[in-house]
């Protein structure tokens, strides 16, 4: 058997290697072939149903004999396999609906080494050997599997399965961890994990790794940056994302301090006039805090939703939808409503508004002082839909 290795990764990207040598299987990233050897480089050496392959690379009516078709895919790839540097040999083995990769050189694939450490981790009961496979696990998961291919049906199943079991051993690494006092090595675990998964729920980890190393405004940085990612997405965040952030700030602390040095930092540095901007985890805690102060106040108050839409009264598409419309309504509300008056971005073109104090009697009054400023702004080509969601007065 060759000394040389068939490199494949399919974390974080796609590339697959032999010695020096790189592997291109075209430019197509989603061509039918190169999907097939992606699928078996998941098990190397292993069987593959052959009607199951059919089903994940072929969508349904896309071809009228799928296995036609996958034979057809299979002679491409063993085509392409004679023909590459590879030494000659019989790669692909089919027979009695199976099929496999096998061959004269030894494979090493990402995402099957991964399997098997998850797998010899669920079975393992000495501490310290599990350490040291998700140790590894951690140094293989580099990212979303086949991103380039993430809308394929069967490429989400898998990327879920793996990152799960990525999940599972990076979790129990950090515990260990967290026992033995490495905090550094827990900042730099999650946040390596928030940056390739793009889970919030690191965030928490991150957080509490720098509290504990007291480096309380690194922990603040990291926090109000995730907040701000989390204004700036185009779409409506989930209520996970939401809880993983308010998780998150509640691990937030400074160091001891006095009283006056305490006021102080509760201060706002500069009072601004007009309405006051919120991230949507401090907006939603400042609402459920009035409804539940409402069995001990008569305050009244409007949650309004604005939404941008052009003239006509078209929703507007969110890739096409302009960051600057919502910059103007921003200015609008800070330039046009009171100091009491809470807002904050919700999704793309959407705003909730909370005016505390206000009636919905007040309603009329309030969308005129907004309207009149934002369509001056756009020159009438956008208008605002308003929605009151909650009153009481």
Request: hydrophobic letters at 35%; one cysteine or more.
């Amino acid at each position: 058997m060759s000394a040389a290795k068939l490199s494949v990764c399919l974390f974080g990207g796609f590339s697959a290697t032999y010695g020096d040598v790189v592997l291109s299987f075209g430019k197509q990233t989603n061509a039918k072939f190169r999907q097939l050897f992606q699928i078996l480089m998941t098990r190397p050496g292993e069987d593959f149903s052959k009607q199951t392959i059919a089903q994940n690379i072929y969508e349904s009516g896309e071809v009228e004999d799928p296995n036609a078709s996958l034979n057809n895919t299979i002679f491409r790839l063993r085509k392409y396999l004679e023909e590459s540097p590879l030494p000659a040999g019989i790669y692909l083995t089919v027979g009695d609906g199976v099929i496999r990769f096998d061959g004269p050189v030894k494979v090493k694939s990402d995402a099957w080494e991964l399997e098997k450490l998850s797998k010899e981790f669920k079975k393992e009961t000495d501490d310290g050997r599990k350490r040291e496979l998700c140790v590894r696990a951690c140094e293989l998961y580099q990212g979303e599997f086949l991103p380039q291919l993430s809308n394929e049906p069967w490429v989400i199943q898998k990327n879920h399965y793996y990152q799960k079991r990525y999940f599972a051993m990076l979790y129990y690494l950090l515990e260990c961890l967290k026992k033995e006092g490495d905090y550094a090595e827990i900042e730099r675990l999650s946040c390596n994990a928030m940056k390739l998964s793009g889970s919030s729920e690191w965030l928490i980890w991150q957080i509490e790794s720098l509290n504990l190393q007291g480096r309380y405004q690194d922990a603040l940085q990291v926090y109000q940056n995730a907040e701000e990612g989390l204004q700036e997405r185009r779409q409506s965040p989930s209520k996970e994302q939401v809880e993983h952030l308010r998780k998150a700030g509640r691990r937030l602390q400074k160091p001891e301090g006095g009283i006056e040095g305490i006021y102080q930092y509760l201060q706002e540095e500069v009072l601004p006039r007009g309405a006051y901007c919120h991230t949507l985890p401090g907006f939603i805690d400042t609402y459920r805090l009035l409804k539940r102060l409402e069995s001990r106040t008569s305050m009244s108050h409007l949650l309004i939703l604005c939404t941008i839409q052009s003239a006509d009264g078209r929703f507007l598409d969110q890739k096409k939808s302009s960051g600057k419309l919502e910059g103007k309504l921003q200015t609008v509300f800070e330039q046009q409503l009171r100091m009491g008056d809470i807002y904050t971005r919700y999704g793309s073109n959407q705003y909730l508004l909370l005016c505390v104090g206000a009636e919905e009697r007040n309603l009329s009054e309030i969308i005129m002082r907004i309207d009149t400023d934002f369509q001056k702004s756009c020159h009438g080509r956008y208008v605002i839909r308003y929605r009151v969601m909650d009153s009481k007065g």
